[in-house]
T-cell receptor, first 114, second 112 residues
Framework: DTAVSQTPKYLVTQMGNDKSIKCEQNLGHDTMYWYKQDSKKFLKIMFSYNNKELIINETVPNRFSPKSPDKAHLNLHINSLELGDSAVYFC?????????????FGSGTRLTVV | SQKIEQNSEALNIQEGKTATLTCNYTNYSPAYLQWYRQDPGRGPVFLLLIRENEKEKRKERLKVTFDTTLKQSLFHITASQPADSATYLCAATSGSARQLTFGSGTQLTVLP
């Protein structure tokens, strides 16, 4: 059983397109997150959701929007893709709003914008 | 600004030795430090958490220390094995929002 699953694993698309990445967790966790890992392997938080409420929104472009239909899902929509959006995007979840116990990450979505 | 730094980008050690990785933080006082392991093409995997009032935490061959005076955490792997080769990430909660901020990682290679 995959605890945090992301789809697709690879995404290649042209500049200007709109795309979505889906994330689902079966751990019953309260909070979900999106992280971006750049080419230097640096992980930076983008969003987190707790019980359908956005609780952290880092300074990301408003072309990025998280959508959470329920506690188990947090999808990431990206409009008007740019070359600089190319990165690996990780979904994660944790059992509390501000986790003391560590995050569970998905396996990542490698986005390439051409 | 708040920053987490992992001093070494890469560390090579011989099998059986103890690997020691360093994590330094500046401009804030995290309540918790966490360590993760990341293998190529995979997401980070949680290893250990240590609180600011704890000096040391152990789990099997892993040991983490937290020195609030030096603003530093050390991560040790004893009796290292080639299977321990991976990138190790330090992460900390920051400020009142307690978001998890990651360092850039140290790539550990254990040589047989």
């Amino acid at each position: 059983d995959t605890a945090v699953s992301q789809t697709p694993k690879y995404l290649v698309t042209q500049m200007g397109n709109d795309k979505s990445i889906k994330c689902e967790q079966n751990l019953g966790h309260d909070t979900m997150y999106w992280y971006k890992q750049d080419s230097k392997k640096f992980l930076k938080i983008m969003f987190s959701y707790n019980n359908k409420e956005l609780i952290i929104n880092e300074t990301v472009p408003n072309r990025f929007s998280p959508k959470s239909p329920d506690k188990a899902h947090l999808n990431l929509h990206i409009n008007s893709l740019e070359l600089g959006d190319s990165a690996v995007y990780f979904c994660a979840s944790s059992p509390q709003t501000f986790s003391d116990y560590g995050y569970t990450f998905g396996s990542g979505t490698r986005l390439t914008v051409v | 600004s708040q920053k987490i730094e992992q001093n070494s980008e890469a560390l090579n050690i011989q099998e059986g030795k103890t690997a020691t990785l360093t994590c330094n933080y500046t401009n804030y006082s995290p309540a918790y430090l966490q360590w993760y392991r990341q293998d190529p093409g995979r997401g980070p995997v949680f290893l250990l958490l240590i609180r600011e009032n704890e000096k040391e935490k152990r789990k099997e061959r892993l040991k983490v220390t937290f020195d609030t005076t030096l603003k530093q955490s050390l991560f040790h792997i004893t009796a290292s094995q080639p299977a321990d080769s991976a990138t190790y990430l330090c992460a900390a909660t920051s400020g009142s929002a307690r978001q998890l901020t990651f360092g850039s990682g140290t790539q550990l290679t254990v040589l047989p």
